[in-house]
C-alpha cells in the first residue's frame, strides 16, 4: 500500500519519498536580497524530504512585500540560489522554487522608488505590514493598467528561467495566501470591469496566462501550483470559494502541471477553525498529483495518503524543527518543537541548528 516512504513521480520530478517540505518564509536573505550560504545550509540540511518547497521568492522588486526575502530577478541572487540548489542536490534531494508577487501585500518602504504597491484593484487591506522600520498600516494600491499585464506574466517567465539557470528542479506559481494571483482570483479583491475581473473565469484569467508562460519556459511537467482556497490572511475571501476553485482546477487537467498544492483552511489554524470547503471534490476533479497541506502529524498524514486524498504531504512547523523529519517519522522518534520567536529573526538561530537524532 502507499505511504509517506513510498517513491513518486510528479510530472518530471522524482520524489524518494511523499514528504514535502512547505514553503516557509524565513527572512534570512543577505544583502540585495541573496541566499546565502547559511540559507544553502538550511536547504541541505532537509534535503531527505521528497521535495523541498522553497521560501517564497520575489520576482522582480515590485514583487517584494518583506525584509530579507531572496528574490530570483538578479544575477546575484540566481547565483545564490545556484548555492542552493546545488547543496540540496549534493544531498540526494530534489528542490523546486515559489514564485512570488505580493501585489498589495507590500509597502511604499519596500517598493522601488517609494511607489504604490500594485493589486487588481486599489482595496487596501485591513492591517498592519512589518517594513524593516517597524509595522506600518498597508496603503491603498495602485490598481494595474490591463496594458501592464503581459509584461507581468513575461516577468514569470524570466523568473522562470532564472530558476532554471540556478539549478532548481522544478518551479510553484505561488496562487495562495492573498498574494498578487490570489488577489485575481477572489471576489473582494478584485473588483475590475475589464477581461480579469468579475465572472471566476476573467478573475482566473492572468493566473493561466502566468501558468502558461511558465510552462513555456520550464515545461508543464515541472511546474507546480499552489493555492488556498478559503484562506483569510491577508485580509481576503472569495463569495464563492467552491464555484472559483472548481473552476481553476479543472483549467489545470489539459496543462498537465506536475503537482498541485493546496492548503486547507488558513495557515497555522487548527482543523476546527477551516473555513468549510470540500477538498475531496477537488481531488476528484484534478486528474494530476495533489499535495495537502496544514496541520498534519505523522499519523493523520498517513490516513490521508492511504486514503487516497493526496498523493503527498507538505510539513511546514514539523520540517522546520526536524531537518531529519524523513527518519524521525520511520523510527517514530520524539520531535523537536519550533522556536516560534525566531520564525522570521535569529539568522542560524531557529534555523540551521535544531538538533539531529543520535546517529
Ligand atoms: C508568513 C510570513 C510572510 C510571508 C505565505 C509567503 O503565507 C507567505 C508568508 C508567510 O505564503
Keep these: 500500500m502507499t505511504d509517506l516512504f513510498t517513491p513518486a513521480r510528479f510530472g518530471g520530478i522524482e520524489l524518494a519519498n511523499r514528504i514535502v517540505m512547505s514553503s516557509l518564509t524565513r527572512n534570512r536573505a543577505g544583502e540585495g536580497n541573496v541566499p546565502t550560504p547559511l540559507v544553502a545550509e538550511y536547504y541541505r540540511q532537509r534535503a531527505s524530504a521528497g521535495l523541498i518547497l522553497t521560501e517564497a521568492s520575489p520576482i522582480c522588486l515590485e514583487a517584494h512585500g518583506y525584509p530579507r526575502t531572496p528574490g530570483i530577478h538578479s544575477e546575484a541572487q540566481i547565483a545564490g540560489w545556484r548555492r542552493v540548489t546545488e547543496a540540496v542536490h549534493g544531498a540526494g534531494g530534489k528542490i523546486a522554487l515559489q514564485l512570488w508577487h505580493v501585489g498589495r501585500i507590500s509597502h511604499p518602504d519596500l517598493q522601488p522608488g517609494g511607489q504604490l504597491p500594485v493589486a487588481p484593484s486599489a482595496i487596501r487591506a485591513a492591517g498592519q505590514t512589518f517594513t524593516g522600520q517597524g509595522m506600518k498600516d498597508f496603503v491603498t494600491p495602485r490598481a494595474l493598467d490591463i496594458a501592464e499585464l503581459p509584461a507581468l506574466v513575461e516577468t514569470y517567465a524570466r523568473a522562470t528561467k532564472n530558476a532554471l539557470e540556478a539549478g532548481f528542479d522544478g518551479v510553484e506559481v505561488h496562487a495562495g495566501n492573498g498574494y498578487l494571483l490570489d488577489q485575481f482570483l477572489r471576489s473582494s479583491t478584485n473588483q475590475r470591469t ?104 505523522f499519523a493523520s498524514a498517513q490516513v490521508a495518503i492511504g486514503a487516497g486524498k493526496a498523493d503527498a504531504i507538505a510539513f511546514g512547523r514539523m520540517l522546520l524543527a526536524n531537518p531529519d523529519l524523513v527518519e524521525r517519522f520511520r523510527q517514530g522518534a520524539p520531535l523537536n518543537q519550533p522556536d516560534y520567536d525566531k520564525l522570521y529573526s535569529g539568522e542560524e538561530k531557529g534555523y540551521t541548528d535544531y538538533p539531529k537524532l543520535a546517529p
Design 194 to 297: 475589464d477581461a480579469y475581473g468579475g465572472s471566476k473565469e476573467k478573475r482566473a484569467r492572468l493566473l493561466l496566462e502566468v501558468l502558461d508562460a511558465v510552462a513555456g519556459a520550464i515545461g508543464n511537467e515541472r511546474v507546480g501550483l499552489r493555492l488556498s482556497p478559503v484562506t483569510t490572511f491577508n485580509d481576503i475571501r472569495d463569495d464563492t470559494p467552491q464555484d472559483t476553485f472548481d473552476y481553476v482546477v479543472a483549467q489545470l487537467n489539459p496543462r498537465r502541471l506536475a503537482f498541485l498544492d493546496i492548503l486547507q483552511g488558513t495557515g497555522g489554524a487548527p482543523r476546527e477553525q477551516w473555513e468549510p470547503f470540500d477538498y475531496d471534490r477537488l481531488r476528484d476533479l484534478f486528474e494530476g498529483s495533489l499535495i495537502l497541506n496544514n496541520g498534519y502529524d
